[in-house]
């Protein structure tokens, strides 16, 4: 329980980090343009779109999920009916699928930011591509444990590998939609490279927080986490 409340309050401090630098009185779920910040010199600082703080609202509400179900996916393993389960290897092919889907991603937001659409482009759908695989991959896993008797209903580990696998597909998903967008507009004769440099720092923003939600999870289900907190507990006494 102490690594979890360790967890969510590095969450926290992320979270009030990023805001103590931003314009704390704004309401960007009113605002459509961008939000001007003072500098403490006195210069006006770049104007940080009113989209990119709401999506940073918006990954804390998400991070906070995930906390969460962490939080009770720890206090379940204490009761008598848990017993592991084991972790496919595709889940290792899957989370290397997912890391260079992020890194392209950051590929993708440099050659935007230089104007560089030539490159912008396979490294866009490179991004694309790799993190279609990672889901087809975690609907692959799901098939091999529940073609190996490991059905959602028979143990609450299980239970919580399926919920906590499919919420982060279904956020993948939802990033993909986005991402798929942003490729298309790519594509188009006639887009200029400084209206996708928004879009694709989101989607790149996203995908990282989105592969450190899974990398948590992975070490969660890997059992290296069972390790760790027994490690806190040994060094609490």
């Given at each position: ?65 995930f ?72 609907i ?28 982060h ?41 989105m ?27």
């Amino acid at each position: 329980m102490n690594v979890i409340l360790v967890f969510l309050a590095a969450v926290a401090a992320i979270i009030i980090w990023w805001l103590s630098g931003q314009r704390l009185t704004s309401k960007p779920w009113l605002e459509t343009g961008s939000v001007q910040l003072p500098a403490h010199d006195g210069a006006d600082r770049p104007a940080v779109p009113a989209v990119k703080i709401g999506l940073f609202v918006f990954l804390g509400v998400v991070g906070a999920l995930f906390s969460l179900a962490v939080s009770a996916y720890f206090m379940r393993m204490a009761s008598a009916d848990w017993w592991g389960m084991p972790v496919p290897r595709l889940l290792w092919v899957n989370t290397a699928a997912l890391a260079l889907s992020s890194a392209a991603l950051q590929w993708a937001k440099r050659e935007a930011r230089h104007g560089r659409l030539e490159a912008l482009r396979p490294a866009l759908v490179t991004g694309l591509a790799l993190a279609l695989f990672f889901l087809v991959g975690q609907i692959q896993a799901w098939r091999e444990l529940t073609s190996a008797g490991y059905v959602l209903a028979d143990n609450p580990a299980n239970s919580f590998f399926y919920m906590l696998t499919g919420l982060h597909g279904l956020h993948i998903l939802g990033g993909l939609a986005v991402l798929v967008h942003t490729t298309v507009k790519a594509f188009s004769p006639d887009v200029a490279p400084e209206r996708l440099r928004l879009s694709v720092d989101l989607s790149t923003i996203y995908s990282h927080f989105m592969l450190a939600v899974w990398l948590l999870l992975f070490v969660l289900f890997a059992g290296w986490a069972n390790d760790f907190v027994d490690l806190c507990r040994t060094l609490l006494k």
